[in-house]
């Protein structure tokens, strides 16, 4: 998502862009959660308000067909899965929800109310951009260019918003790395407790009541590597971790107890099951770099393992 950013603000210095855009969210988050909160209701209020203006010029440019929203016969199965297993990451913002139990009040209330009115949102948001876009550009169309949704606008007649629509989304942009940025600190925070990461990362700010160590270590983590990875290769790789973990989380749901909300035992099965298919639909270059870094981590977490039973 950083070097997302830098593509939109600046693409010639796409890299400097990310970096900074991570020391600047990294400053944010340290501040308190109620800062990245304030902030990304801005942010949320912003991407909708463009998103419902492309909407709104793609319905009503009178260039909209409904037989462009056929995709035709060169789409396969295997393709669609692909596409699928790519654009998975974008719908995982909701688990950036329950990462953040500790600093949401009435948690067991807060968090399964919020979870399904953010993927419900976010489902609704994406079939109008989705329907509106392909009714004015096609699908053929739409895959061969950069910048779809500035493509549709000016397809529909409206070029001057264009230029809003790029802000809008780096500003997107932002805000999905704010979130992420914020969550995986946290997730780092409850791996540091438990051992499974260097015990000073658990440290808590006095004032400002967050994890300040590992907020400033993924940051840097995170500004490493947008100063040196492609974002083509990101997202591949991404998605496959992502689907990678959320398999884990499904496989790891049929051990609750009734007691603990256990679901109906076909939600993990299929769930387990269809992350799978998704990941390694992946590109190949996605998989073997994913399971590379898996099989790297497992290795490192059994020698740890080994060690610690020794004394």
Same mark, same amino acid.
């Given at each position: ?147 779809? &949704? +500035?493509? #549709?606008?000016? $397809? /529909?007649? *409206?070029?001057?918003? @264009?230029? !809003?629509?790029?802000? %809008?989304? =780096? ?106 298919? &998704? +990941?390694? #639909?992946?590109? $190949? /270059?996605? *998989?073997?770099?994913? @399971?590379? !870094?898996?099989?790297? %981590?497992? =290795? ?12």
């Amino acid at each position: 998502m950083a070097l997302t950013v830098g593509s939109y603000v600046w693409p010639g210095q796409a890299h400097a862009v990310a970096v900074a855009a991570v020391a600047a969210l990294t400053a944010v988050n340290y501040v308190g959660v109620q800062k990245s909160a304030w902030l990304t209701r801005g942010i949320v209020a912003v991407v909708l308000a463009v998103l419902a203006a492309v909407v709104t010029a793609c319905l009503t440019g009178g260039t909209v067909r409904a037989a462009r929203l056929d995709i035709g016969t060169d789409a396969t199965f295997g393709g669609v899965l692909q596409a699928a297993g790519l654009l998975f990451f974008a719908f995982a913002g909701y688990a950036r929800i329950a990462t953040l139990g500790e600093e949401v009040r009435a948690p067991k209330r807060t968090i399964p109310r919020a979870i399904p009115l953010a993927l419900g949102i976010t489902l609704t948001v994406y079939a109008a951009v989705a329907v509106a876009v392909l009714a004015v550009l096609a699908p053929v169309r739409l895959s061969h260019t950069a910048a779809p &949704l +500035a493509e #549709a606008v000016r $397809a /529909a007649g *409206v070029p001057g918003l @264009a230029p !809003v629509v790029r802000v %809008g989304a =780096a500003v997107a942009a932002t805000g999905s790395l704010l979130a992420l940025i914020l969550g995986v600190s946290r997730t780092t925070l409850a791996m540091a407790r438990d051992r499974h990461l260097p015990h000073a990362l658990a440290a808590v700010h006095p004032r400002f009541q967050v994890p300040h160590r590992a907020e400033l270590t993924v940051g840097a983590v995170v500004a490493v590597l947008a100063a040196t990875a492609d974002v083509r290769g990101a997202i591949g790789f991404s998605s496959f971790g992502v689907l990678a973990y959320y398999a884990i989380a499904n496989a790891s749901a049929w051990t609750l107890t009734p007691t603990e909300g256990r679901p109906a035992r076909i939600v993990p099965i299929v769930g387990t099951a269809g992350c799978l298919v &998704l +990941a390694f #639909a992946l590109p $190949a /270059a996605s *998989v073997l770099t994913g @399971a590379a !870094v898996i099989a790297a %981590g497992g =290795a490192a977490y059994g020698l740890r393992k080994a060690l610690d039973s020794r004394t």
